[in-house]
């Protein structure tokens, strides 16, 4: 029985560890963007402080590895499962939570450019559609 427990408080842990890991990189991408940035930001201060509660949020969806802050308004995802259904899902659920916000996703070739922050808050979204026009509430 004690064995038991210890590798379930052990497995808790090691989750607790993996999140706040992961969310390190919202808190990265939100800094770098607000502190270390050479460029003006193209969205007022407050708007990076809400991205990151999104950004946080975003962490808690099942196919998420990790997420980060883009310095275009977006927040940018690495799936754990790089599939198009998989994505499609990931997807849904966000616009479901953020029917305003735009979801970029990491494709495996572009995990290179996220090994910087600096170069990582400058990918575009612009390639990426928004939730308010998948949802329909958006001009084509």
Request: glycine share 4%.
């Amino acid at each position: 029985m004690r064995t038991l427990l210890t590798l379930m408080l052990a497995a808790a842990l090691l989750h607790v560890a993996t999140v706040r890991a992961a969310a390190e990189s919202c808190t990265r991408s939100r800094e770098y963007i607000l502190t270390d940035s050479e460029t003006e930001l193209p969205h007022q201060p407050a708007a990076y402080q809400r991205l990151f509660k999104v950004c946080l949020d975003a962490l808690t969806m099942s196919n998420v590895r990790d997420a980060f802050i883009l310095r275009d308004g977006a927040i940018a995802i690495v799936p754990k499962i790089d599939d198009v259904a998989t994505t499609a899902g990931t997807l849904a659920e966000f616009c479901r939570r953020y029917p305003n916000g735009v979801a970029r996703f990491i494709r495996r070739g572009e995990l290179p450019l996220i090994a910087s922050m600096g170069r990582a808050v400058d990918i575009s979204s612009g390639s990426a559609t928004s939730c308010a026009r998948i949802v329909g509430r958006a001009s084509p």
